[in-house]
């Protein structure tokens, strides 16, 4: 492990003296692409000694070997000419006639993703040491597993490329509570980095015992609509033992609600939808009138529904404003709380997805088929002498033992309360329902307040800025 992360960390140093990246998401994305063909190509390698029939769908002259293998190979402007010119149109329009599930990972991931790197000496180098790196090898592969989840880590703090970060502790918490099963069929509709998806191959590949157990962890599968997250999470899954990454390219709200047929129908979904976000190209049209909506978490709700089976159980995380507000967002709610069991709220403190997020999330466990009866709520609490979630000081897994403890064996306390339905329904079904017990310091502000006070100390900062204009306008 300390060789393979001092040799990441010499990528790095390469990386950041080249021109052409800006940024920590263009690096890692730059970074992502050549760790996925070095991966993809050592499984290449692997499959063909396997099985006599096997034949790559890259061409021979743009396999890895063939251009990147050798240390004392292409370099210099041959290097990024070959790159930008030949390798990545060649792999952008890669046929995928066969039906080859591999050929079409590679076409979407080159797709997608771009080379920013100017200087093809730095290119050679970093080449050179991901030559180092034998995927076939399982030690090197789990290890920079490790490496990997720490690298897409980074991305919570790389702007707006922390959106496709849910922290791991969060990931892990949700598929333990769900326990999905062999056999089973396990959903992510906004897949990410694939966090959930690897916590539920993990949870999987623990229950099985034969080659064809292992072909059940194709029914772990994901959707993701933007080019890096869908590369990043492609490579997280292979470094997950999982051959062919099971992950459409795709924008889930592109076709109406009723095109999802029985065969669509999943037992778990995982999900931490986009929220805030406003859907483009009147996706929102294709649901019915009376959830249409441009805020991205609500359709994503009411997809999550529709995509359950009966009996289906749901793990997601979702923001504050999605649990309160009249018209659409209101129906939303009636509509989870008449078809499925909403037996539980674990409420999340707001620094949990800072610095990409400050808005108070919760985790929401539901269940298709049955009505909701009463809601349990449960606060999150920070550690002891903690303030806030940081970027040094993140959730970790281990804070949610409480919750386990607590989870098979309920009983109302400062930190758990019961809501019937009922009541929620004579209060125009709203769910944002504070913790009746909460300390003082527990009360957080809503996004709303924090705006408001955000208004005010901006017009107090103006106000003293004028003062002082003043006084030097007089002197």
């Known amino acids: 492990m300390s060789n393979l992360s001092s040799l990441y960390k010499s990528i790095e140093k390469i990386m950041w003296t080249d021109t052409g990246l800006n940024g920590d998401a263009q690096r890692i994305e730059q970074f992502a692409w050549m760790l996925f063909f070095k991966i993809f190509s050592d499984k290449d390698k692997e499959l063909e000694v396997m099985d006599d029939t096997y034949q790559s769908p890259i061409p ?82 789990h290890a920079f597993g490790d490496i990997y989840e720490s690298i897409l880590k980074g991305l919570q703090s790389a702007g707006k490329s922390g959106e496709f970060y849910t922290p791991r502790a969060v990931t892990q918490f949700i598929c333990d509570t769900l326990a999905p099963k062999l056999g089973e069929t396990v959903l992510d509709p906004a897949c990410g980095t694939g966090g959930f998806l690897t916590a539920a191959v993990e949870t999987l590949k623990a229950q099985t015992k034969t080659v064809a157990d292992q072909q059940e962890l194709q029914k772990v599968k994901g959707w993701e609509y933007k080019p890096l997250p869908f590369l990043l999470a492609t490579t997280n899954l292979i470094l997950h033992d999982v051959e062919v990454p099971n992950i459409t390219f795709r924008d889930v709200l592109d076709q109406p609600l009723s095109a999802y047929s029985q065969k669509d129908r999943v037992d778990v979904v995982l999900a931490n939808p986009p929220f805030g976000g406003v859907v483009a190209n009147g996706n929102e049209t294709n649901f019915p009138a009376t959830f249409r909506t441009k805020e991205s978490a609500d359709l994503f709700l009411v997809l999550i529904m529709h995509l359950l089976k009966d009996g289906g159980r749901a793990g997601v995380v979702l923001p504050d404003g999605s649990l309160t507000g009249e018209g659409v ?54 550690p002891e002498g903690q303030k806030a979630y940081s970027k040094t000081k993140t959730i970790r897994r281990e804070e949610f033992q409480p919750i386990e403890d607590w989870w098979h064996n309920r009983q109302e306390s400062e930190v ?12 125009g079904y709203d769910l944002d329902i504070k913790n009746p017990s909460a300390r003082p310091d527990e009360i957080e502000e809503s996004s709303i307040k924090i705006l408001e006070r955000i208004d005010d100390e901006q017009n107090q900062i103006h106000a003293i800025v004028a003062q002082l204009k003043e006084l030097i306008y007089e002197v």
């Open 60 to 141: 021979a002259q743009y396999r890895w070997d063939a251009w990147a293998g050798n240390d004392e190979g292409m370099t210099g402007d041959e290097l990024l000419a070959f790159i930008d010119r030949e390798l990545f149109p060649t792999l952008r329009n890669l046929s995928f006639t066969s039906g080859n599930r591999r050929a079409l990972i590679v076409r979407e991931v080159f797709e997608g993703n771009n080379n920013y790197m100017k200087s093809g000496t730095n290119l050679r180098k970093v080449l050179n040491k991901l030559n180092e790196i034998d995927f076939n090898r399982a030690k090197d592969r």
């Open 329 to 382: 967002k209101q129906r939303v709610r009636q509509k989870l709380l008449e078809d499925c069991n909403l037996h539980t709220i674990v409420r999340l403190p707001n620094s949990v997805f800072q610095p990409y997020a400050t808005v108070a999330t919760n985790l929401l466990f539901f269940t298709k088929g049955t009505p909701t009866k009463e809601i349990w709520y449960y606060q999150h609490r920070l």
């Open 416 to 427: 758990a309360w019961r809501v019937p339905v009922q009541t929620i329904i004579d209060n």
